[in-house]
């Protein structure tokens, strides 16, 4: 993979209207890399499918060839972490998950891509990073002052509860947010719902290293003070703050939910906390709100 290839995958698109000539001069920048194959490595994801569905018509536009693998969550860091680590260059570009930016970024992995944007003959002049939430943009894309990708997935995580079980058990929930809806009232929901003697858990999630992390960060997020917010893990001096008592509230009732968990979670991954979920052996469970059509409900999973 050289640095050409690169900035062939920063060519953009553009929806701008021409003057004849501009439409000419703009038809051959977009086909500088014509011949080009590009392969990619991509999130499963059936709420990617939109994006995806616009490939087609950058190889028109272009002339580039882009082949396309997916690959399920829980499996694109071994397959990325692989390829880098032995640099056998089998992909060009992939989709990486925010909590693994900075591990690739100061491993040397990446390739920033601000001086790609930067330059006209590669970047469409309508395309403009301010269009972003800066906030969203800086979070998801930037390790060290320095951009390394472009976000077009930005997810919240939710919980979501089985609403049959919930409505055999006489558990009702506001249909419009109100507050009651409380850490100590999901406890006592998970509690409810939780019947050992018929191999049911409360809830399930993913404790093993790399996937509690996007599980439990939102939980501090609601414990938060918001004077606080911004120093969640450390301060602008990168002092530790992760040590404060709103965050070991955050853990406490984190672990508090381990007993209503399967009792051999403790090494579940995404894909093993879906398949206990999908499988009916778990009321209720924690992810992106963008999974949850695809993954968590369904005739036979109402939520």
């Not at 809830?203 to 439990?216: A, C, E, K, L, S």
């Not at 960060?217 to 609601?222: F, I, Q, S």
């Not at 008592?245 to 579940?268: C, I, R, S």
Request: glycine letters at 8%; charged letters at 20%; a negative charge.
């Amino acid at each position: 993979m050289n640095l050409t290839r690169r900035k062939m995958g920063l060519l953009l698109g553009s929806s701008l209207l021409f003057t004849p000539a501009l439409v000419r001069a703009e038809a051959a920048r977009m086909k500088a890399f014509e011949g080009t194959t590009l392969n990619l490595l991509a999130v499963q994801f059936g709420s990617h499918a939109a994006l995806w569905s616009q490939v087609p018509e950058f190889e028109a536009a272009t002339g580039i060839k882009v082949n396309i693998e997916y690959a399920p969550f829980e499996n694109t860091r071994e397959k990325t972490l692989l390829d880098m680590s032995s640099k056998t260059g089998r992909f060009d570009l992939f989709t990486v998950d925010i909590m693994w930016l900075a591990e690739y970024a100061a491993a040397g992995y990446l390739e920033p891509v601000a001086k790609f944007i930067a330059d006209p003959d590669l970047t469409s002049e309508d395309y403009d990073v301010n269009d972003f939430i800066p906030r969203v943009f800086s979070g998801t894309g930037v390790y060290n002052d320095t951009m390394y990708n472009v976000p077009f997935d930005c997810g919240t995580v939710g919980t979501m509860f089985r609403a049959d079980w919930m409505a055999a058990a006489g558990i009702a929930v506001p249909k419009r947010f109100d507050g009651s809806f409380t850490t100590a009232r999901m406890t006592e929901i998970c509690a409810a719902l939780t019947d050992p003697a018929k191999g049911q858990a409360g809830y399930v999630t993913g404790p093993q290293r790399w996937f509690w992390g996007w599980m439990f960060t939102p939980l501090m997020y609601a414990f938060q003070d918001p004077a606080k917010a911004g120093n969640e893990f450390v301060n602008e001096a990168w002092e530790v703050t992760i040590n404060n008592e709103d965050n070991l509230a955050a853990l406490e009732f984190y672990l508090g939910l381990k007993q209503f968990t399967p009792k051999d979670d403790l090494n579940y991954g995404y894909a093993e906390q879906l398949a206990v979920y999908q499988q009916g052996k778990a009321a209720g469970s924690i992810t992106y709100t963008g999974f949850i059509g695809e993954h968590y409900e369904g005739a036979d999973l109402p939520i």
